[in-house]
């Protein structure tokens, strides 16, 4: 019985390492194919057309509050009053 748990466990561990997202990725057999397999034909970055996209970026007209949504802002505490 022992045996047959040492063998299901051993093959189900070598089951999760084969079908890895990353495995799957590495089976391309080692070279990079892209459009800029070598360093030196990548293009060159241009400093001047990324500050001028930056300048087209226009300015936020008011500052983005991503959890604003989620819960509701705590309401103002009612004024006391005194009893007479």
Known sequence: MKALILAATALALVAASVSTPASAQRRGGGEE?????NPAEAPKPDERAYKAA?????EAKQKYDPWGGVAPAAPAPAPVTKKK
């Not at 194919?33 to 397999?37: E, R």
């Open 54 to 58: 930056l300048e087209r970026i226009p």
């Open 33 to 37: 194919k892209g459009p800029h397999a």
